[in-house]
T-cell receptor, first 115, second 115 residues
Framework: AQSVTQLDSHVSVSEGTPVLLRCNYSSSYSPSLFWYVQHPNKGLQLLLK??????LVKGINGFEAEFKKSETSFHLTKPSAHMSDAAEYFC?????????????FGTGTLLAVQP | EAGVAQSPRYKIIEKRQSVAFWCNPI?????LYWYQQILGQGPKLLIQ????????DSQLPKDRFSAERLKGVDSTLKIQPAKLEDSAVYLC?????????????FGQGTRLTVV
């Protein structure tokens, strides 16, 4: 069975300070992991993906995430927050290559960026 | 490449009425998902198709929801009769089966309001 836990429902940072959004996963298979961003009234956009290659993954808009198998974590970071980063972020786990090819979403983290 | 198309973007109906949503996935994508996203929550999988076959519909309320994907391309999701708690955004996503292209692409969604 697969699951994903986003440890913070809300995160608030000041513009120019680092961002850390935490995600832990559980998977019976070698997982694929994704971070998606959703701006208000917009669709889901892929930020980055891990698919068993390099454990440090770089995405769009300066975001990156590190896959840590020993900690079953895939935390999302950015060195310096921008006002435009304010949005909801979803961590997603997949068992691609396993039985069902499901995409399982976390409950989301709402990022607020203060001026 | 064209993205995932969904229509309509918005729909308001009265409870006990019926409604249908349409999704056109990215050309060549074998896997198609329908998700329900209630305000403030993460997307919940309703049904997953592989070509025109159902892979997972365990969370689809089958007494009122139905979905089909004729010819393995376009898909429709229907609700009949609608309840107040069906108010949500309905997201369609598609995914390639090729390794290295494991991310899902999402449409803009259909926002349903049941009054």
């Amino acid at each position: 069975a697969q699951s994903v836990t986003q440890l913070d429902s809300h995160v608030s940072v000041s513009e120019g300070t680092p961002v850390l959004l935490r995600c832990n996963y559980s998977s019976s298979y070698s997982p694929s992991l994704f971070w998606y961003v959703q701006h208000p009234n917009k669709g889901l956009q892929l930020l980055l993906k891990y698919t068993s290659a390099a454990t440090l993954v770089k995405g769009i808009n300066g975001f990156e995430a590190e896959f840590k198998k020993s900690e079953t974590s895939f935390h999302l970071t950015k060195p310096s927050a921008h006002m435009s980063d304010a949005a909801e972020y979803f961590c997603v786990v997949s068992d691609y290559g396993g039985a069902t090819n499901k995409l399982i979403f976390g409950t989301g983290t709402l990022l607020a960026v203060q001026p | 490449e064209a993205g995932v198309a969904q229509s309509p973007r918005y729909k308001i109906i009265e409870k006990r009425q019926s409604v249908a949503f349409w999704c056109n996935p990215i050309s060549g994508h074998a896997t198609l998902y329908w998700y329900q996203q209630i305000l403030g929550q993460g997307p919940k999988l309703l049904i997953q198709f592989q070509n025109n076959g159902v892979v997972d519909d365990s969370q689809l309320p089958k007494d009122r929801f139905s979905a089909e994907r004729l010819k393995g391309v376009d898909s429709t999701l229907k609700i009949q009769p609608a309840k107040l708690e069906d108010s949500a955004v309905y997201l369609c996503a598609s995914r390639s089966h090729f390794p290295g292209q494991l991310e899902a692409f999402f449409g803009q969604g259909t926002r349903l309001t049941v009054v």
